[in-house]
């Protein structure tokens, strides 16, 4: 037997519960067929979050230590060096320390491990995938991603979805993983690969082809409570969790189902189907490389890793939505609005996350979600499959684990040391405990005794066998957080508080908290969620003020584009229109759940702003004339989330309206284009023709931005060229 392959398959925000060989009705074949062919943990436990999880995995350290303390999205700057967004270089990471012992490397899906300001066709690219030991990369490299209409990436440039009627991201990079296991065996039989497959799902939005959602029609019918019963029940007949496991109490803010009013309950359980049908359709493209590698004969010498980045995401809020920029800017849907969407649920006009009572239920039979330190936000499901290696197949574990551990373990297995130092860098040591030890032997008492956890102020910390963890209230000083107290050994499902009970242990380990927080880069706490977004760091290309696009620019991605919200802003156009027919977008930044577009059609200038789905639309009051025309839109902010707009053609003003409604934090993650409205449009004014391309010539597009200011006319200043 030579050097196994390695695979890591990691999804996003599955609960403990949701997979059928975890306790669920959710038909999860191949990952049951991984189940009876392997190892599942059910102890094993993750950080609350996506990007913090995928920088422990791939370094084997934890995730403050390496710089991702949060998501990507956020970088602090180096006062807190605990929150940068990337991997920071003093931790090497799994691909390249096994490029370096003769693998190839390929990775394939959600990166969400660069600062999301680095996102732009220039990069810098020192954080994307190819700069971190991979060889080969396709995917996204944002947090999340349309699935119908992906910002697709290949190794270090974007790249447009291919033009297929039936697409979708999750067939796409199977398909991708599948060519690039070909290309290594076909050309270098002898030399093993480690492949990175991070699938956009089960992130929202939930999206997935329409006959795998109706699969499950009714089925959600009894809601979640029972659902939760059911599961524990199903989770006691698998031995998944003990056999006095008790069922969490629902959560703060979810309510009994039977108290829903019926118009409640027939969304909700579509947003369940939704969810399940993009489960089973995930499964069914896992099955696909499955039989892949069967059919090749690489299966039995392929070591896959299989789990969720973190539990289930409480983002959808009480109600879910269908609309993902609802979440990110703090914003309810009305039960109304998303019965009359219904039919679009899980579909390319709709970007569905369910309630937070279906999360809870992934979570079963824990209390909390994603983004919390409970078990509902860390425990999640973790399966080992190496039919070469592991001898009882279909068994269960119960040793505390971490996803710290991983790299570790395949270390462990090649018998390859952690480099001290990687290109002229000191590394830092390994923080996890190789797992192998849990192979053969089900009853050795577990190795990883201790680990920290902290998320947004939540924090909690695990000790031979006894938890400590404290629910953060946004705002309330870090001294005044009420800790709770579990023996987790006996108390599976974190129920029986032992605070008053064990007051001395839990001043111990709230003592070691500390202690570990010190250690491993924690401090200084922070309990900044969104608003964190408004903090631009000053490397990042959005941190100016002025911006020059020139046509044939790539798409970009919505962080790397610049950032109106929430300020006064010009946009020019300096463009030549050479006949009357001559029309189409001269920029959009967006999708369908929110953006903006500037365009001319009809002869017409216009900007429309989409507001969640609300559109406001301003047009000129005069034709658009021929030959080379300065075209401009000012916003000007009135209010915290409303302003007026004015359109400029020649430097005249040609209309006026006011918008009453703009997004305070983030426009869509649909991104960025010139000349063009690629993958999903903003507007439903012109989506019957695509991108809806500019077919006159641009010269060049300038932003001027400027905090809830007056900003006078940029004509001239454009024109001279002040602003390149």
Partial sequence: MGQPNIVYIVLDDVGFSDLGCYGSEIKTPNMNRLAENGLRYNNFNATPLCSPTRASLLTGRNNHSVGMGSVADFDLGTDQSSIRGRILPKAATAAEILKDNGYSTMALGKWHLAPIHQLTPAGPFENWPLAKGFERYYGFLGPETDQFYPELTYDNHMVDPPEKSDYHFSEDIVDKSIQFVTDQVSVTP????????????????HQAPKEYIDMYKGAYDDGWDVIREKRLKRQKELG????????????????????????EKKVFSRFQEVYAGFLTHTDDQIGRFLDFLEKIGELDNTLIVFLSDNGASQEGGFGGSVNQSTFFNALEESIEDQLAKIDEMGGPRAGTNYPKGWAQAGNTPFKQYKQTTHFGGTRVPCIIHWPEGIQEKGAIRTQFHHVIDVTPTVLDILQVEAPKTYRGVDQMPIHGTSMTYTFENERAPTRRTTQYFEMFGHRAIYHEGWKAVTHHQKGVPFENDVWELYYVEEDFAELHDLADKYSGKLEELKELWWEEAKKYNVLPLNDKTVELSSFVSPEAVTARKTFTYYPGVAHLGTFAAPQITNKSYIITVLAERPSPSCEGVLVAHGDHDSGYVFYIRNNRLVFEYNYVGTMFKIESDVYVPIGECTFEFKFTKKEENSGMGSLYINGGKAGEGHIPKTLLYRLSHGGFDIGRDSLSQVS??????GEFSFNGNIERVVYTLQDGKEIGNLDEKVKAGSFD
């Fill in 190 to 205: 002898d030399k093993p690969y480690f492949l990175y497959l991070s699938f956009g799902a089960q992130h929202a939005p």
């Fill in 240 to 263: 998944i969790v003990p056999e006095d496991t008790e069922l969490s109490p629902r959560n703060k803010n979810v309510k009994a189902w039977d108290e829903l009013i019926e118009d």
């Fill in 684 to 689: 439903e004014s012109y989506r019957d023709e």
